[in-house]
């Protein structure tokens, strides 16, 4: 094997191959700019789509012309010529996309020649060589995906390698060789790789891997180990079926672990946010577990994990976390330690002496409230109240009198009306008010806020932006408990609290207070602080 360590150029489909990906549909303008946000990452080629599959991917290449890209080419997809068409023709929607470089798949598998095209094996060998001539006419630069290659290679070795022939004699100037149904594994590539680049000394070679075997991005590196400096794949590793091999892993991969410049090392930083701003436009929820870029990849739960990692993070991580863009993170449950605490204590701005015993009284209450059925990894602002409560010192801002919630129905297929009485004391004044909502939580957040903001008009910049019920496993049906999440946001920060109780309104109430009281705690802090 040989162990050449030349740069890599990255080609990314995420606008073509990643399109292909179940859920995944973009718009012409998302297309324009993520292409934009491609180019100012570093990345040299992308595909921009198929200008004869639809009319989208064919405005996307007239609209990408009006801007100057600073580092990428992009490139127009299709296929080798149809038999029945000549190339001129076939070819015309590529040629006229204008673009610096064409990319066409040609079948490299003998199964696929018979039996998807049902041509001449002597047929498809004219086409290849005929569409890749047509098209070095038109463009400097003709990449060509031998599709299949790796199953096509298996099935016929010699009608594999005559197919890359005929590209290379006719001016492809990169053979990307296509592992398309996912299924090679790495020792397999790397064997059929040194073979075929024996027979194209001068050629540059490329890689597309599919992920079917979750070994695409094993895949790629592997290729690269073998000479390969070309490298396609998408954002986040969407596309058809199960996936592309994912940029997002392969590029730090190649520049932290291999050092192998692929991009400019400096925008290694920004990945977290290409992988981020491109699910935001495709409307899609991130991986939390993704490697590298997701929420989780680098938070710690486990107690022995965060003590040491407190002591060198080395010690549980393979990487820093801000040469990717993304963060480290402690996770508070019923698996922490001490460590554990103090850490969150002081990302909260609570320092805890080191022997201080009131880090394990914290510990030994959140141990039994999970055991309770909270959960604080989501509700990081009920965890910081009760730090402070348990620390002795939190604030009370208003004192519960009582509540009555009334939900009416008053005849089949109308819908039942909620109403919220509340009583409160703030300070020495008693206020009594009532409000309807849509459902009797809702009711009973109206009625609460209206009673306070009197007192608190800050909370009029607060909203509820979700509200999540669990039921908690159990055999107890509906008198089950239950655990209520409730994310809050006052426009300029979101928070998580929680509640638990058998009654669906206690735990919300809970989880209620929590978030107001949070409101106010925090903007007391920004104001000591500043
Ligand atoms: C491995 C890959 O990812 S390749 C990319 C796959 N991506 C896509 O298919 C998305 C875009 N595709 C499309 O919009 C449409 O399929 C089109 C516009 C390309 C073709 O649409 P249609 O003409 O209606 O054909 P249809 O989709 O039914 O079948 C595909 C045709 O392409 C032909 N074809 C497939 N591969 C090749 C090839 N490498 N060279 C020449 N022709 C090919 C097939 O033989 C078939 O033609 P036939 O029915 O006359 O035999
Ligand atoms: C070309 C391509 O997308 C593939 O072979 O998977």
């Not at 399109?19 to 993520?34: A, C, H, M, P, Y």
């Not at 020649?113 to 086409?127: D, G, Q, T």
């Not at 402070?388 to 009555?404: A, D, P, Q, T, V």
């Not at 089950?480 to 058998?502: A, N």
Request: overall charge negative.
């Amino acid at each position: 094997m040989s162990v050449e360590q030349k740069a890599v150029v990255i080609y990314d489909t995420t606008l073509r191959d990643g399109t292909q990906g179940e859920d995944f549909s973009l718009s012409v303008e998302d297309k324009v700019r993520i292409a934009l946000k491609l180019d100012e990452f570093g990345i040299h080629y992308i595909e921009g789509g198929w200008p004869d599959s639809n009319p989208k991917d064919k405005q996307f290449f007239q609209e990408i012309k009006n801007y100057e890209l600073r580092n990428a080419k992009i490139a127009a997809f299709g296929s080798t010529h149809h038999p029945a068409q000549s190339p001129e023709k076939g070819l015309r929607a590529l040629v006229e996309a204008g673009t610096p470089v064409i990319t066409i798949f040609g079948k490299s598998w003998t199964v696929h020649v018979k039996e998807a095209l049902r041509i001449s094996l002597e047929r498809n060998l004219e086409i290849i060589q005929n569409s890749v001539a047509y098209l070095r006419q038109h463009v400097d630069e003709v990449i060509y995906d031998a599709e299949h290659y790796f199953d096509g290679f298996k099935e016929d070795r010699d009608y594999a390698l005559q197919t890359l022939k005929r590209a290379h004699e006719a001016g492809a100037t990169t053979l990307v060789l296509c592992d398309t149904n996912g299924g090679t594994l790495p020792h397999e590539l790397a064997e059929i790789i040194q073979e075929t680049r024996k027979h194209f000394p001068s050629a540059t070679f490329g890689i597309h891997a599919h992920n079917d075997s979750e070994l695409a991005v094993a895949n790629s590196l592997e290729a690269v180990r073998n000479g390969i400096t070309h490298v396609q794949g998408t954002i986040n590793g969407i596309g058809e079926r199960c996936g592309n091999a994912n940029l997002c892993s392969i590029i730090p991969n190649l520049c932290l672990k291999m050092n192998i410049p692929c991009i400019p090392a400096e925008n290694l930083r920004k990945l977290r946010h290409v992988s981020r701003y491109i699910l935001e436009l495709a409307n899609m929820p991130p991986n939390k577990y993704q490697p590298f870029v997701g929420r989780s990849a680098f938070a710690h739960k486990g107690g022995v994990h965060i003590s040491a990692v407190r002591r060198n993070p080395r010690t549980y991580e393979h990487i820093d976390p801000e040469l990717v863009g993304n963060k480290r993170r402690f996770l508070i449950s019923d698996l922490s330690g001490k460590a554990a605490v103090k850490m969150k204590a002081e990302e909260f701005g609570i320092k805890l002496p080191e022997d201080d015993p009131v880090a394990r009284s914290i510990l030994l209450r959140i141990k039994e409230l999970e055991a309770a059925g909270f959960q604080f990894e989501a509700a990081e602002a009920s965890l910081e109240l009760l730090i402070k409560r348990l620390e002795g010192e939190s604030r009370k801002y208003f004192e519960l009198l009582g509540f009555r919630v009334i939900d009416q129905k008053e005849e089949d297929g109308r819908p039942p009306v909620s109403e919220a009485t509340i009583q409160i004391r703030v300070g020495g004044q008693v206020e009594h008010t009532a409000a309807l909502g849509q459902g009797p939580v809702n009711a009973l957040d109206n009625a609460l806020r209206k009673a306070l903001e009197k007192f608190y008009p800050q909370l009029k910049t607060m909203e509820l932006i979700d509200y999540k019920v669990r039921v908690l496993p159990g055999r107890e049906g509906t008198a089950s408990k239950v655990r209520v999440l409730i994310e809050s946001s006052d426009g300029k920060d979101t928070w998580g609290t929680v509640g638990v109780s058998h009654d669906i309104l206690e735990a919300s109430w809970q989880a209620l207070v929590d978030s107001i009281t949070y409101k106010m705690y925090k903007d007391e802090k920004e104001k000591s602080s500043s």
